[in-house]
Every structure is written in C-alpha cells, then in structure tokens.
Nanobody, 117 residues
Framework: QVQLVESGGGLVQAGGSLRLSCVASGGIFGFNVMGWYRQVPGKEREQVAV???????NYADSVEGRFTISRDNSKNTVTLQMNSLKPEDAAVYYC???????????WGQGTQVTVSS
C-alpha cells in the first residue's frame, strides 16, 4: 500500500507560479511511475505530467514548457513546478503512483489550485 500526501496548492494570479509536492510512504518509491493529474467539476481527471523511476518525463500539451515534474527518490518526493499559470490551470491536482509491474495505482487526496485572472 502506498500513501500519498500532496501540498503546495493555493491561490495565485495568472502568470504566477506554484510548486506542488507529494510525499509517498509505503511501497518502493523508486519503482513507481509518479504523476500529477488534475480535475475540474464536471470533467474527467486528466494527466498533467508523469515521470518514471529513472526520471523520464512526459507532459500534457497544455502544460508543456510551463510545468516541470521532478522526483527525489531519496526523499520519496515528486514535485510539480508550475510557471506562467493560466486561469484554465485551476483545478484540484492529484498525485498518482503506479507500480509498472503490478499495475496497482494509488492517489493522494488532492490539493486545490486556483488561478485568478
């Protein structure tokens, strides 16, 4: 079982920056593919960025060049640096861990990001 705890959400003006962090406990962190997803009311949860155990990252087209995902396997932490935020980036952001061997997936409780125009 993997537990994920997010932090760092909040209110920011358009053009500003926020840094989200997710600390994992349980499991073997370095094996997991870690990711950030977001969801707004009435819409499906969408993938924002994912990073493999060896640091390979992929981003949604909508955030490419503005967001950066990183991980510190020694601290069981994955971070999402969000720059040049837009009102459409506002959502609840969720940390995700996926074991690539078993396929098991775990979610954090979510953290709210609000971007004012």
């Amino acid at each position: 079982q993997v537990q994920l705890v997010e932090s760092g959400g909040g209110l920011v003006q358009a053009g500003g920056s926020l840094r989200l962090s997710c600390v994992a406990s349980g499991g073997i962190f370095g094996f997991n593919v870690m990711g950030w997803y977001r969801q707004v009311p009435g819409k499906e949860r969408e993938q924002v960025a994912v990073i493999t155990g060896n640091g390979g990252a992929n981003y949604a087209d909508s955030v490419e060049g503005r967001f950066t995902i990183s991980r510190d396997n020694s601290k069981n932490t994955v971070t999402l640096q969000m720059n040049s935020l837009k009102p459409e980036d506002a959502a609840v952001y969720y940390c995700n861990a996926r074991n690539p061997f078993s396929g098991r997936t775990f979610w954090g409780q979510g953290t709210q990001v609000t971007v004012s125009s």
